[in-house]
């Protein structure tokens, strides 16, 4: 409940060029200039006031907890990490990820014949990083998946390997979280 009514007389408002006059308009132009002023000096010196990032040329650096595109990891011989277990495909909430495993000539181990995550369903939450055992899929810092058409965000398995030496940083900090 409101403790008191405040009335407003918009006519002498108008009068003195208040709320919607020219009063409002020649303050908004005097910090807009203020702010392109400044920013042009400093531009001018080379100590930019501003933190601007040209996109495609330039890149963020993003800290170690980021979470980009799951990925898969690549070992030093070319094989995927992947057993094919499929609790990365059981944990995933959005049903985005879809294994088909096959088995491999050694008697123990699978891997998967098909690896498939739908780029356009899912969440970046990380709940698939967390169920796989082998530290086999791992969140990224790659943001980039733009494609023409439904079927180019639908990523296979030979578009998901990254070798372990990128995500070496990643890695460690996974590996460091379940220390603690």
């Known amino acids: 409940m409101a403790a008191r009514v405040v009335t407003v007389d918009r006519r002498s408002l108008r009068a003195r060029g208040g ?8 303050k908004g132009l005097s910090v807009t200039w203020k702010h392109f002023s400044r920013n ?5 010196r ?14 963020v650096v993003k800290p170690a907890a980021f979470r980009g595109m799951p990925v898969l990891v690549q070992m030093d011989d070319g094989k ?10 059981w944990a995933c909430p959005v049903d985005c990820i879809s294994i088909d495993p096959a088995e491999t000539p050694d ?11 739908d780029m356009g369903r899912c969440m970046f939450c990380g709940l698939c990083e967390e169920a796989c ?3 086999a899929i791992v969140m990224s810092d790659r943001v980039e998946i733009s494609a023409f058409s439904r079927g180019g965000i639908v990523w296979n ?24």
């Open 40 to 44: 042009l000096m400093g531009w001018v």
């Open 19 to 26: 709320a919607f006059g020219a009063r409002a308009f020649a």
């Open 107 to 117: 008697p123990i181990e699978r891997h998967p014949l098909r690896f498939d995550i």
């Open 46 to 59: 080379g100590k930019p006031t501003v933190a601007t990032v040209m996109f495609p040329e330039e890149d």
């Open 80 to 89: 995927e990490r992947c057993v094919a277990c499929g609790l990365c495909e």
């Open 157 to 180: 398995k030979e578009d998901l390997l990254v070798p372990q030496d990128q995500l070496a940083r990643r890695l460690d900090w996974i590996r460091r979280s379940y220390e603690r």
């Open 133 to 135: 055992p082998e530290e």
